[in-house]
Nanobody, 119 residues
Framework: QVQLVESGGGLVQPGGSLRLICAVS????????TGWYRQAPGQQRELVAV???????NYADSVKGRFTISRDNAKNTVYLQMNDLKPEDTAVYYC?????????????WGQGTLVIVSS
């Protein structure tokens, strides 16, 4: 059974930094596209950053230059380094694993970690 456990969220002042961690168990991280999504109160879940199995990355325009997604396949862990945080970054952040194989899709979510950016 694939499990994703996020950590690293919390309360931070504007301009501060946080590093989110997603620990994966039950499968091999390297075969998945991995992403971080977020959902603010009253808003739809949105993609923040994604990294593919060949380590290419893509970011939402709102976080480019501030957030960095990375992965350590040996540790089965995905990271999201968030710098220069803004109040509009406040949301629950979710880790996601996704892959397609032989016509089947495998998609998994963590439980989320709350990030609050406020003075």
């Amino acid at each position: 059974q694939v499990q994703l456990v996020e950590s690293g969220g919390g309360l931070v002042q504007p301009g501060g930094s946080l590093r989110l961690i997603c620990a994966v168990s039950g499968s091999i991280l390297s075969i998945y596209t991995t992403g971080w999504y977020r959902q603010a109160p009253g808003q739809q879940r949105e993609l923040v950053a994604v990294t593919t199995s060949d380590s290419s990355t893509n970011y939402a325009d709102s976080v480019k230059g501030r957030f960095t997604i990375s992965r350590d396949n040996a540790k089965n862990t995905v990271y999201l380094q968030m710098n220069d945080l803004k109040p509009e970054d406040t949301a629950v952040y979710y880790c996601n694993l996704d892959r397609k194989s032989l016509g089947l899709r495998y998609n998994y979510w963590g439980q989320g970690t709350l990030v609050i950016v406020s003075s």
